[in-house]
């Protein structure tokens, strides 16, 4: 299952699967991989905001667009939240393109509320689409990569999950998609961990962009610039790295890592890593414990503020 080089490009005869690809940062992730030799499977639900069915399906739109300008796509409209979604997703790349190469998890909405106002159905949504939504076809599609590389054809195999940073540092507002999105990195660093051995590299990202997700919340500082200006809040910004994630051997090497991207700005996140330490050898008492909890944290660097606090 290495690149077959046909066409040009950094992902040329790749096939490239992107969840919620019909608008914003999955759209523009789409139309990237396509500029760059990829045979995409766009997949969009075709849901509001909210999760409900909108009137029609943006993913077809999408796969014109690429056609129109000389690549190959399909649609897929499964909802990946499901065994039965996800595994179709699988076989719409491997039926319709003949293989996988890439999936992109990048499908999900939001339910935003304070804690104290937050339904149940309202987490469980958002935990479905963001989390199961990402393990789903991660699931289908490590098997897929597992079997190949059993049978002698081990792939140039390549996951991209979003995450963001209101799963990094906490979002008022937010707690369902701040679990979630904290979730979706937990699994990550999993999945490189365990399915590395098979030929595949799994990484995350998070973005800051303008979709339809972030322009009420942002409406102020995400609007879009004059004519000829830099437009630093463009779904298109965060493509090109994806793009680079999902290639072959261009990224070689390169999994189980956490990237912020914004406007020009690329980051690598560093995650939880052991800090100040004491260790007194023996069972503390509480008021002990707490003295050198005090001490431990004068000396520890004071964390990232949660977004909105």
Not at 32 to 42: D, L, P, Q, T
Request: net charge negative; charged share 20%; glycine share 14%.
């Amino acid at each position: 299952m290495t690149d077959t080089g046909d066409g040009a490009g950094l992902c040329a005869g790749r096939v490239v699967a992107v969840t919620g690809a019909g608008r914003g940062l999955g759209r523009a992730h789409a139309l990237a991989f396509a500029a760059e030799g990829a045979k995409v499977v766009v997949n969009d639900l075709g849901v509001g905001l909210d999760g409900a069915p909108a009137s029609d399906s943006p993913a077809v739109q999408v796969v014109e667009e690429i056609r129109a300008a000389g690549g190959q796509a399909l649609a897929h409209g499964g909802d990946i939240a499901t065994s039965e979604g996800a595994a179709s997703l699988v076989a719409a790349a491997v039926d319709g393109f003949g293989r996988l190469d890439t999936l992109v998890n990048n499908a999900g909405f939001l339910r935003d509320r304070m804690l104290v106002n937050l339904a149940e159905d309202d987490w469980d949504a958002v935990m479905r689409v963001h989390l199961k939504g990402h393990f789903l076809p991660l699931q289908h599609a490590a098997a897929h990569w597992r079997a190949e590389a059993k049978a002698g054809r081990t792939p140039a195999a390549r996951v991209v999950n979003t995450s963001s940073g209101a799963g990094l540092l906490g979002s008022v507002g937010q707690g369902n998609y701040s679990a979630a999105k904290a979730g979706i990195l937990g699994l990550t660093l999993v999945a490189a961990a365990e399915m590395g051995r098979y030929g595949v590299q799994v990484n995350a990202i998070a973005p800051a962009a303008r979709t339809r997700m972030t322009e009420a919340t942002f409406a102020e500082t995400m609007a879009a610039p004059g004519e000829g200006a830099f437009d630093a809040m463009a779904p298109e910004n965060v493509s090109p790295l994806v793009v680079w994630l999902g290639s072959g051997a261009a990224c070689d090497g390169v999994t189980g890592r956490v990237f912020e991207v914004e406007a020009g700005r690329i980051t690598v996140m560093e995650g939880w890593r052991p800090g100040p330490t004491i260790d007194k050898g023996e069972r503390w008492t509480p008021t002990d414990a707490g003295e050198a909890a005090r001490e431990l944290l004068g000396r520890a660097g004071a964390p990232g503020a949660v977004y909105g606090a």
